[in-house]
Nanobody, 121 residues
Framework: QVQLVESGGGLVQSGGSLTLSCAAS????????MGWHRQAPGKQRELVAT???????KYADSVKGRFTISRENAKNTGYLQMNSLKPEDTAVYYC???????????????WGQGTQVTVSS
């Protein structure tokens, strides 16, 4: 069974940095697009960044120039490097991946458990 496990969240002061990791495990055949979403209290979940298997990246306007998404295919792991953090970046961050495991004929979307990022002013 495929699982995504996130790590790296925490409390940081405004202007600081954090790096989130998301490791996929299980009987994985291939991974397509990876992404990071976040959900702040009382708000809808929003897309933060994506990284396709072809190497294309996209970012929400609110994080462009501050966040960098990357992936290490050999380790089935994705990352979100967050710099110049602001209090409005405070949210639970979720990773997501499209994964085809060896028992399935098509890709399915998987989500991490979420990790809290809190930025103090």
């Amino acid at each position: 069974q495929v699982q995504l496990v996130e790590s790296g969240g925490g409390l940081v002061q405004s202007g600081g940095s954090l790096t989130l990791s998301c490791a996929a495990s299980g009987d994985i055949d291939s991974i397509g697009v990876m992404g990071w979403h976040r959900q702040a209290p009382g708000k809808q979940r929003e897309l933060v960044a994506t990284f396709t298997s072809g190497g294309n990246t996209k970012y929400a306007d609110s994080v462009k120039g501050r966040f960098t998404i990357s992936r290490e295919n050999a380790k089935n792991t994705g990352y979100l490097q967050m710099n110049s953090l602001k209090p409005e970046d405070t949210a639970v961050y979720y990773c997501t991946m499209l994964i085809k495991d060896r028992t399935e004929a098509s890709f399915s979307r998987y989500w991490g458990q979420g990790t809290q990022v809190t930025v103090s002013s």
